[in-house]
């Protein structure tokens, strides 16, 4: 089956680190995407990974285990415009998403 | 490159009334995708095209639906007649599969009205 489990909502402090979680079953499993969508705003890309790891860009980094079918999006040094819902999709063979409900992360000073 | 361009970017309509809406990819993109996005729902894929040929509409609620892409760089998603909940915001994306990855580019979204 195909499936996408993120947490809904999420509260983090100016400054701090953020880690927002993704656990996903999809057959034919081809890699995991993280997206960031400002309130009113179209999904932005944010990270790819297919093979197991970190991958670290600028303050955000991106984690996954194909073997746990989990991954991670590490936020570091939160500003407030980083106020967002993040949306996770794995890709299957077909080169398809399924999309994840999203996590609204709420920044507070 | 100016993005996925979309429009109009909002409609107000009356209930029973046609809605079209319009979408331009990302010039060389050879993957064109229609969702919808409501709060309850979330992000639905409704429909998506390969070079030009639909491949999967399963997602397009009911017949009311339709969807074509006449050309590379051109697509409509037509409603007819519409309904109050198909009030929502419909996004259009492209990408190129070139890397083994179908990094999505979607445009702002037309948010849709229906009274």
């Known amino acids: 089956g195909q499936n996408i489990d993120q947490p809904t909502e999420m509260t983090a402090t100016e400054g701090a680190i953020v880690q927002i979680n993704c656990t996903y079953q999809?057959?034919?499993?081809?890699?995991l995407f993280w997206y960031q969508q400002h309130a009113g705003e179209a999904p932005t890309f944010l990270s790819y990974n297919v093979l197991d790891g970190l991958e670290e860009k600028g303050r955000f980094s991106s984690f996954l285990s194909r073997s746990k079918g989990y991954s991670y999006l590490l936020l570091k040094e939160l500003q407030m415009k980083d106020s967002a819902s993040y949306l996770c999709a794995s890709m299957d063979s077909n080169y398809q998403l399924i999309w994840g409900a999203g996590t609204k992360l709420i920044i507070k000073p | 490159d100016a993005g996925v361009i979309q429009s109009p970017r909002h409609e107000v309509t009356e209930m029973g009334q046609e809605v079209t809406l319009r979408c331009k990819p990302i010039?060389?993109?050879?993957?064109l995708f229609w969702y919808r996005q409501t709060m309850m729902r979330g992000l639905e894929l409704l429909i998506y095209?390969?070079?030009?040929?639909?491949?999967?509409d399963s997602g397009m609620p009911e017949d009311r639906f339709s969807a074509k892409m006449p050309n590379a760089s051109f697509s409509t998603l037509k409603i007819q007649p519409s309904e109050p909940r198909d009030s929502a915001v419909y996004f259009c994306?492209?990408?190129?599969?070139?890397?083994?990855?179908?990094?999505?580019?979607f445009g702002a979204g037309s948010r849709l009205t229906v009274l």
């Open positions: 999809t057959s034919g499993f081809n890699g």
């Open positions: 010039s060389g993109h050879d993957y």
């Open positions: 994306a492209s990408s190129l599969v070139d890397t083994g990855a179908n990094v999505l580019t």
């Open positions: 095209f390969n070079n030009n040929v639909p491949i999967d």
